[in-house]
């Protein structure tokens, strides 16, 4: 099993749609975590990191759930501009282990 | 937020040939940067883990002396493709983690360079 799993997609949503992603991991251990987006040939930029009561930044909302251990990303009146591949990452603080998913894909249709 | 540069943005260079690649923390200090590759439409890879002052880490499958990592200051790693060939044609990606030592908050958040595209004729 891999540390990190994410639905590849692709995603393809229409403009205004309301789209969520998952994030599995597999080590209790993981203390940090954060959603990335990058675009294509560009480097991951992040989005939003992710605690344990939930967070939401306009649009996107990032929740926790250590108990299932996944994290998920929620994103509200899709844009066109939210066309991208969204990476989960997951950090081990203290020893400097950082997964990375493989990405999300997002497509938004006009 | 904090910075990390990465340089060449994009390089071309003959098989055979050498290309060194920097990653520089600007505004904060690095103890550990990481090394990526990625594949057109493939997701990030890591290559290998860099601590200031002491051997790379390499993950699994990846070239010790193919990749040489060199981490010398807290600002700054080079990454060096050595004997290039065609099949490394890649886009190299850095990323740093501040470390809170310097008064910056500790937050496991990485901060990613812009990304070396090699493109090996």
């Known amino acids: 099993r891999k540390e990190v799993e994410q639905d590849p997609g692709p995603f393809n949503v229409p403009e205004g749609a309301t789209v969520a992603f998952n994030c599995t991991y597999s080590?209790?251990?993981?203390?940090?975590f954060f959603w990335y987006r990058q675009d294509c040939r560009k480097e991951p930029k992040l989005l939003m990191s992710?605690?344990?009561s939930g967070n939401e930044d306009g649009r996107f909302t990032a929740q926790l759930n250590r108990a299932s251990q996944y994290i998920s990303l929620l994103i509200r009146d899709s844009k066109l501009s939210d066309s991208a591949t969204y990476l989960c990452v997951v950090n081990k603080w203290g020893y400097q282990k950082v997964t990375f998913g493989t990405g999300t894909k997002l497509q938004v249709i006009p | 937020g904090a910075v990390v540069s990465q340089h060449p943005s994009r390089v071309i260079c003959k098989s055979g040939t050498s290309v060194k690649i920097e990653c520089r923390s600007l505004?904060?200090?690095?103890?550990?940067m990481f090394w990526y590759r990625q594949f057109p439409k493939q997701s990030l890879m890591l290559m290998a883990t860099s601590n200031e002052g002491s051997k790379a880490t390499y993950e699994q499958g990846v070239e010790k002396d193919k990749f040489l990592i060199n981490h010398a200051s807290l600002t700054l790693s080079t990454l060096t493709v050595t004997s290039a060939h065609p099949e490394d044609s890649s886009f190299y990606i850095c990323?740093?983690?501040?470390?809170?030592?310097?008064?910056?908050?500790?937050?496991?958040?990485?901060?990613f360079g812009e990304g070396s595209r090699l493109t090996v004729l």
């Open positions: 080590n209790s251990a993981s203390q940090s």
């Open positions: 990323s740093a983690m501040t470390t809170g030592g310097d008064g910056s908050a500790a937050t496991g958040e990485l901060f």
């Open positions: 992710v605690y344990s």
């Open positions: 505004d904060f200090q690095a103890t550990t």
